[in-house]
């Protein structure tokens, strides 16, 4: 067998490899195998090509993720949010991959021999909460950073489409400084309109970059402010009008805080309140 044949060989077999390990003890028992916040949530592995040296991640679906997805639904449910995740695996990966594919070109990705598994190459860079949290990072820096963020759900809607979880855990800043949103296993409910989606998709980032910073006034902004720059940097009007009328703000989060990266349950409660007060500000200003 040649070189080249025998690394795709061994690149295929590491992945089943990676697939056949998540199984039931590892998922349930073993969390350091699991870097993603629930112990039976996707598992991502990284599989490196021998022959190129590229880095890929697999990221699989374990055993008890049925069990995941349906709590958190529940969860979805409970916090009054139109958002289910994927639970079946074959409609999962055909969007996954379909939305990589149309926004991210530039990255590969692909099915796996697996039907609970896909393949995404590995972006070099770190996610969006990280580059918000990090300490000693310039003004200029972080606001940069929220306005790209904006812009980034701006593009996607441009197309027709819509995130699903538009959080900044979601949200990939590259090294060389490019946005890459990722993991699209989130649904709206069918009944809703495309710019009910959009509107819906706004909410969730303006929430989860609000709930990236401790406290208001942490990066020298208000709660106000923040809000205005994240729509100001998203700009499409219809959307914006949207969002602000038909807000949903429940204020029952338990999972919200999770599910859209906060920093903490008091923060939460506290962009809430803030968002609400925009919304009626908002809404005496017209
Ligand atoms: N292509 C990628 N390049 C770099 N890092 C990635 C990539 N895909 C995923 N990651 C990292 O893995 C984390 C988890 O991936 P992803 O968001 O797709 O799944 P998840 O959040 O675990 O899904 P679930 O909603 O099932 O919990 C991301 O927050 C990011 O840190
Ligand atoms: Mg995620």
Not at 5 to 31: C, G, H, P, Q, Y
Not at 33 to 56: L, P
Not at 106 to 127: C, P, Q, W
Not at 269 to 278: D, G, I, S
């Given at each position: 067998?040649?070189?080249?044949?025998?690394?795709?060989?061994?690149?295929?077999?590491?992945?089943?490899?990676?697939?056949?390990?998540?199984?039931?003890?590892?998922?349930?028992?073993?969390?350091?195998?699991?870097?993603?916040?629930?112990h039976f949530s996707s598992?991502?592995?990284?599989?490196?090509?021998?022959?190129?040296?590229?880095?890929?991640?697999?990221?699989?679906?374990?055993?008890?993720?049925?069990?995941?997805?349906?709590?958190?639904?529940?969860?979805?449910?409970?916090?009054?949010?139109?958002?289910?995740?994927?639970?079946?695996?074959?409609?999962?990966?055909?969007?996954?991959?379909?939305?990589?594919?149309?926004?991210?070109?530039?990255?590969?990705?692909?099915?796996?021999?697996?039907?609970?598994?896909?393949?995404?190459?590995?972006i070099d860079g770190r996610?969006?909460?990280?580059?918000?949290?990090?300490?000693?990072?310039?003004?200029?820096?972080?606001?940069?950073?929220?306005?790209?963020?904006?812009?980034?759900?701006?593009?996607?809607?441009?197309?027709?489409?819509?995130?699903?979880?538009?959080?900044?855990?979601?949200?990939?800043?590259?090294?060389?400084?490019?946005?890459?949103?990722?993991?699209?296993?989130?649904?709206?409910?069918?009944?809703?309109?495309?710019?009910?989606?959009?509107?819906?998709?706004?909410?969730?980032?303006?929430?989860?970059?609000?709930g990236a910073f401790e406290?208001?006034?942490?990066?020298?902004?208000?709660?106000?402010?923040?809000?205005?720059?994240?729509?100001?940097?998203?700009?499409?009007?219809?959307?914006?009008?949207?969002?602000?009328?038909?807000?949903?703000?429940?204020?029952?989060?338990?999972?919200?805080?999770?599910?859209?990266?906060?920093?903490?349950?008091?923060?939460?409660?506290?962009?809430?309140?803030?968002?609400?007060?925009?919304?009626?500000?908002?809404?005496?200003?017209?």
């Amino acid at each position: 067998m040649k070189e080249k044949d025998r690394a795709k060989k061994a690149f295929w077999e590491e992945i089943t490899d990676l697939v056949d390990e998540s199984n039931f003890e590892t998922t349930f028992f073993n969390k350091e195998e699991n870097n993603t916040y629930g112990h039976f949530s996707s598992v991502i592995k990284e599989v490196k090509d021998g022959k190129t040296g590229r880095s890929h991640l697999v990221k699989i679906r374990p055993p008890l993720f049925y069990l995941n997805g349906l709590l958190s639904n529940l969860s979805r449910f409970i916090s009054s949010t139109s958002s289910r995740k994927i639970l079946d695996n074959d409609r999962w990966r055909e969007r996954e991959l379909e939305y990589l594919e149309s926004l991210n070109p530039n990255i590969e990705s692909g099915l796996t021999d697996h039907d609970n598994a896909i393949l995404v190459e590995n972006i070099d860079g770190r996610v969006a909460y990280d580059i918000l949290r990090e300490e000693n990072l310039e003004w200029e820096k972080r606001f940069k950073t929220i306005i790209q963020i904006a812009e980034g759900l701006a593009d996607i809607h441009e197309k027709d489409l819509y995130h699903g979880e538009p959080n900044t855990q979601n949200c990939i800043v590259a090294d060389d400084g490019e946005i890459y949103w990722i993991d699209f296993e989130i649904e709206y409910h069918e009944d809703l309109s495309l710019l009910e989606k959009k509107a819906n998709d706004l909410e969730q980032l303006t929430l989860s970059l609000m709930g990236a910073f401790e406290d208001e006034g942490e990066i020298g902004l208000t709660d106000e402010e923040l809000i205005d720059l994240i729509l100001d940097s998203y700009g499409d009007e219809e959307t914006i009008s949207h969002f602000l009328h038909h807000a949903n703000i429940p204020l029952i989060g338990p999972y919200r805080i999770v599910q859209l990266s906060f920093t903490s349950a008091p923060r939460f409660y506290q962009a809430q309140m803030n968002l609400m007060r925009y919304i009626n500000d908002w809404e005496l200003d017209i």
